[in-house]
């Protein structure tokens, strides 16, 4: 990443930085996994109309215990630009400072 600085007070102390560069992104696992002891299966999107329980567990069971491996729905390597604007501040001399971050985009 290149980073650019421009003191604005405190005699250069504080400065705002923008910086932007390259990415490389390799996926190593994409799995998710999905547990529920309490089973609620529901006729409506807002989850106000429950099906009873004792009409769900013969087909479902009570809880969902499962693993979701997606990994070959999903690209597999990532190419792209990013960036970030903020403000530092150096606490000692020998560089230490402070960073906040306002935007970072990838």
Do not use: W
Not at 63 to 69: E, L, Q, R, S, Y
Not at 70 to 82: I, M, S, T, W, Y
Request: aromatic share 10%.
């Amino acid at each position: 990443m290149l980073k650019f600085r421009y003191p604005l007070a405190m005699q250069g102390r504080m400065k705002l930085f923008v910086q932007a560069g390259p990415f490389l992104g390799f996926m190593v696992s994409a799995k998710q996994s999905a547990r529920s002891e309490n089973l609620g299966v529901y006729l409506d999107p807002l989850g106000s109309l429950e099906i009873p329980p004792s009409l769900v567990r013969p087909f479902f069971g009570s809880g969902i215990d499962t693993v979701i491996d997606a990994k070959d729905d999903l690209h597999k390597f990532n190419v792209g630009l990013q960036g970030g604007i903020g403000i530092s501040f150096n606490i000692t001399e020998n560089g230490v400072s402070l960073l906040k971050e306002a935007l970072t985009t990838g």
